[in-house]
């Protein structure tokens, strides 16, 4: 199989890119969408990919012309609250499993029909979770990206790796602001508080890391220079970061926490007012089914929430057995109702606790 460079797709943008037509054969024949194109919101990162992986084959089998806009989290839902729930212009909304929430909260999304997506009995049970009205179809680990030159893998997996004053100067830890950010926080607050949302303790723990902390980052591009130019050693981060690192032979390696291992979803949501619902319920059942699952897997670099989906070696280089089951390898999601109302104050106190330490 070769190797097509994987995009961390869960990740925020403050950029929003263009909207580009992806369509392929439509009745009417035109160029812009119409009342027949299904219009699918989704990350700037890989669209290419995934026009090939999920777009074209989808429009092959169906008919169906697809147009794709691309944006980040918060500019694409932004959209949304804007149309007020009337003519939203998006059919099909994929977007991370925090945003999903918080447009929950505004009545911007409806519920996914169960009788008209064959394809949601099949996926992982934490795909389906009640807390969410759209299923998850992909998802991303929080770990340790580290230097297999500097340390061990069950070094890495330890949380007490960021007190080590061995390594001050030489570690790195996500901004709230990013995915991997809460993740992290939770991990730190199931480790040495009473669970994954006492923050007291998280920012406790982590404010007394900061000064050995180098950067607390807030893109991909920053922790990947900063491990492979081995200005740091170790740095919390997503599975995605380690995939192209590891394919091109650096010394690096990413590894699951040994306690407090926690995931986020991407979730696929219909937009409350959205022209084409039928249309977009098609598209979720195909894109949750077995060959849009191991397509996205091998061209993307998407973890599949279908058991049933291939993982490429690419994936398995990094995370091993744990795509099979992250479940079982001991992964949890987040509880929405527990962040979307605290959101504000936690990104105010981080802010104040830990990184001004």
Do not use: K
């Amino acid at each position: 199989m070769r190797h097509i460079p994987v995009r961390a797709i869960g990740l925020a943008s403050g950029a929003v890119i263009g909207a580009v037509a992806l369509a392929g054969c439509s009745a009417s024949g035109g160029d812009a969408a119409d009342a027949d194109t299904l219009v699918v919101s989704t990350f700037p990162f890989g669209a290419e990919q995934f026009q090939e992986a999920v777009i074209d084959p989808f429009t092959e089998a169906t008919g169906i012309a697809v147009e794709v806009d691309t944006g980040s989290n918060a500019d694409r839902l932004s959209q949304l609250q804007l149309s007020g729930g009337e003519d939203p212009g998006v059919d099909v909304m994929l977007i991370s499993d925090y945003y999903a929430a918080l447009g929950q909260e505004d009545d911007l999304f409806q519920q996914v029909d169960a009788d008209a997506v064959p394809s949601l009995s099949e996926i992982a049970g934490f795909a389906t979770e009640d807390a969410y009205l759209g299923p998850a179809y992909s998802y991303q680990l929080n770990g340790t990206l580290y230097r297999t030159d500097e340390l061990s893998a069950d070094e890495a997996a330890s949380w007490d790796l960021y007190a080590d004053d061995a390594y001050a100067g030489r570690l790195a830890l996500p901004d709230i602001s990013v995915t991997a950010g809460q993740l992290a926080i939770s991990g730190v607050a199931a480790t040495y508080g009473d669970g994954p949302y006492d923050v007291d303790t998280a920012f406790s723990t982590m404010g007394g890391w900061a000064p050995s902390i180098l950067q607390f980052y807030s893109s991909s591009t920053e922790v990947t220079n900063l491990i492979t130019q081995g200005e740091i050693v170790a740095a919390d981060s997503l599975n995605g970061f380690a995939t192209d690192l590891v394919a091109s032979g650096e010394p690096v390696a990413w590894t699951a926490p040994a306690t407090g291992a926690y995931m986020a979803t991407n979730r696929a949501m219909v937009p409350t007012g959205a022209a084409n619902v039928d249309a977009a319920q098609q598209f979720i059942d195909y894109l949750l089914g077995v060959e849009a699952q191991t397509s996205s897997a091998a061209i993307v670099g998407d973890l599949p929430v279908n058991p049933g989906a291939e993982i490429p070696e690419e994936i398995t280089a990094v995370v091993g057995d744990i795509a099979a089951d992250p479940v079982a390898a001991g992964y949890e999601t987040l509880d929405p109702t527990e962040l979307v109302p605290t959101r504000s104050e936690w990104v105010d106190r981080f802010a104040r606790e830990v990184t001004a330490q």
